[in-house]
């Protein structure tokens, strides 16, 4: 038999009957729609999470003291001081590394003009723009010198700025962090933040202030931990590994470690993107083997409907066998029909998933205004296969019985 004509013949057959086809399809075009959503909103999460730590500045490492292993930490208390934060910055013991930036954050009441606003102080360097490709909008951001004296100037992110100061220029006016009165000298350009804490609600101030007049240690008590982390940034992307060996190597030197397991963590912006692609991956597959239920629910429905178009047709088939028509004539036939009905539900899934994808990008840019979920050709190809797949694995049996009946009863089926 021509396959055209047995596809001709297929698709007049699914169009006798067009609810009880769209019906049946219906598992496979929410499978494949899910799936196809799915694989486009991964991505483009992903490449949220991408453009965000790339945001935070190039080439950075991350160094917190202490461990995830609380038996370490008790073993071998946490440290990362001043002191260590010098050595980190000399040349001599990290060549590798471009900038050395340490950072001390702290929840305070920042009062200004006569509002408040419950946010967070970070004390830094003078060359955290550098590092953390951040530049202010306006006005400057504090120098050396205000280190060394530790000055009472601070400069505020976008959030704070418009919360405290919403109809006026901040530069030049007086704040007060947890009552210690600080002069606005900059703001910040706004950097957003999709995950996470946003910068843009920090105040920044010189981290010796920070040290000594707002957060002091106790009296009387070694104060182990001065910061919260410390930023280095490496010349070179392909130095990354090189900086990370010299960092360790200078702090268990400082911390006198020997055969011990370190006591401070060093992650790069690599580990923290694996580590979220693992998370969402994980998520995703989740989500997809939940879709693929759906697939086969699809498959099953699409066995059952040929099972009883096999006994609609009986008569037929017993008059097509009658006239000469093979069995794989009838099982070709029936094989067709099923696939036919499957990928139709296919393409229905892969316009339904272009549609959720937008669907999806609408609602990521609530939070995103430059997310979009694009749908991959590798995405709509997987939906094309599967199902086309489904189609084939679960029209085998149909067909078969199809094939199998004697055309002499079937001629006499009423």
Known sequence: MNIFETIRIAFGSLAANKLRSILTMLGIIIGVGAVITLLALGGAIQDLVRRELQGLGSNLIFIFAGTNDPEQNR?????????????LADPLNV????AVTPQLTRGALIVGSGTSFDGRVAGVTANYPQVRNAQPASGRFFEQDAIDTRSRVAVLGDEVRRSLFPEEDPIGRRIRINDVIFEVIGVMAS????????????????ISTMQ?????PPPG????????VVYVQAISDERIDETIEQVTAVLRQRNGLTFQNNNFTIVTQEDLLSSFGTITGALTAFLGAIAAISLLVGGIGIMNIMLVSVTERTREIGLRKAVGARRQDIQFQFLVEAVVLSMGG????????FGLSALGTFLLRNFAPDAAAQVQLDAVLLATITSMLVGLIFGIYPA???????????????
């Not at 073993?75 to 050595?87: S, Y």
């Not at 957003?192 to 920090?202: E, K, Q, T, Y």
């Not at 000594?212 to 002091?216: A, D, E, G, I, Y």
């Open 95 to 98: 060549p590798a590394a471009a």
């Open 346 to 353: 296919g393409f229905l899934g892969i316009a339904l998933g």
């Open 400 to 414: 078969f019985r199809a094939a199998q009946l004697n055309p002499i009863d079937a001629l006499r089926y009423e």
């Open 212 to 216: 000594t007049r707002l957060f002091p």
């Open 75 to 87: 073993r071998v208390p946490p440290r990362l001081t001043n002191d260590d934060i010098a050595a």
């Open 221 to 228: 008590l070694p104060n182990r931990v001065d910061v919260s």
């Open 191 to 206: 950097k957003g933040g999709n995950f996470g804490p946003s910068d843009d609600a920090l105040v920044f101030v010189p």
